[in-house]
């Protein structure tokens, strides 16, 4: 009986798998956040996210078309780096500022390097970072959610307002006093939990980006080796502060929920491109995360540190590699 067989290295898939299957899943995943925005700060949340979105998608197109290569568009990664970005700047930030965040994000975070698959770090967080560095007071100019109300008068007109990681910042310069103290910023965990809170478009919504991230692990779009890892590196740490001084740190759940550590584990560290291959690999790289997040966030100057970590993570991802390669039966690494 004559039969064709198919001969191939690994790694064998047994079902259809794309880049953007992949990448629809973590805009899906997304999904709940940016309903969310959308209702704790209205039309902003739709300005940022569809310029964010629209000048990462156009900087890729110009890239293929000056460099000559296959218009790279369709696999959405242009789109996912659109919105994480615009998730981790304030909702005020200017339309002209999001542009040139989102083009240097793509230009320098991703096409330099020779397009998806060849970054060294993530694109999203080299946008952010560049915005920090340019425009730092804008980066730092945080709004009162719409829905949220001070007495009995709601507010409408933009008001701003300290980001609870801001307050436990303040909270430890001021050394625990009466005044500043953790204690007020452990109030706001409800808040913080549902998104009523000041800080960055995507990031204020716990609920929504835990929703966002179930989904991507049933659809098993990323490891849970990584956000565990991530989640519990950051919560050790906090835990430590916690338990030698209340008055001075916060509680760890607050740092769980607070500023960028649940959309940086569940949707930027869990980057394939720019996190390790192996087990081991993501267990020190997303420990690494957790662990540089909270020593940023209390002992640094910085309220917030997950930018910072990743990028310093994914520095030491080629090194991380190297070190944990598995070892084939009867040989060596």
């Known amino acids: 009986m004559n039969q064709n067989l198919e001969i191939s290295p690994s790694p064998h898939i047994s079902k259809r798998h794309s880049t953007a299957s992949v990448m629809l899943d973590v805009i899906i995943g997304l999904l709940p956040a940016i309903i969310a925005a959308g209702l704790f700060f209205r039309a902003r949340a739709a300005i940022v996210i569809g310029v964010c979105v629209l000048s990462c998608v156009v900087s890729e197109w110009l890239c293929n078309v000056i460099?000559?290569?296959?218009?790279?568009?369709?696999d959405f990664s242009a789109v996912v780096t659109g919105i994480i970005l615009a998730f981790s700047v304030p909702p005020l930030l200017p339309w002209w500022a999001c542009v040139i965040g989102s083009a240097f994000a793509i230009i320098i975070g991703k096409m330099v390097f020779g397009g998806l698959g060849a970054n060294i770090f993530n694109p999203a967080m080299v946008g952010r970072c560049f915005l920090v560095a340019c425009f730092g007071m804008l980066m730092a100019?945080?709004?009162?959610?719409?829905?949220?109300?001070?007495?009995?008068?709601?507010?409408?007109?933009?008001?701003?307002?300290?980001?609870?990681?801001?307050?436990s910042k303040e909270a430890i310069k001021a050394k625990g006093t009466e005044e500043k103290n953790a204690a007020l910023v452990n109030k706001l965990f409800k808040n913080m939990f549902i998104g009523s809170v000041g800080g960055c478009l995507g990031e204020t919504s716990s609920l929504a980006l835990l929703l966002g991230g179930a989904y991507m692990l049933i659809r098993r779009t990323i490891s849970w080796i990584i956000p565990v890892a991530v989640l519990l590196g950051a919560f050790v740490f906090a835990s430590l502060g916690w338990l030698i001084n209340p008055d001075v740190y916060i509680q760890p759940w607050i740092h769980l929920t607070g500023g960028g550590l649940l959309i940086g584990a569940f949707f930027i560290a869990t980057d394939p491109v720019t996190a390790p291959l192996t087990k081991r690999g993501m267990w020190i790289f997303g420990l690494g995360i957790g662990g540089l997040t909270m020593l940023i966030r209390m002992v640094g100057e910085y309220p917030e540190g997950v930018m910072f970590a990743v990028l310093l993570m994914n520095s030491a991802t080629p090194l991380i590699d190297r070190f944990t390669k598995r070892v084939p039966v009867g040989g060596v690494k």
Request: charge should be positive.
């Open 141 to 167: 100019t945080w709004t009162v959610p719409a829905d949220v109300r001070l007495g009995d008068v709601q507010i409408i007109a933009a008001k701003t307002q300290a980001t609870p990681l801001a307050m």
């Open 67 to 74: 460099r000559k290569k296959p218009n790279s568009l369709g």
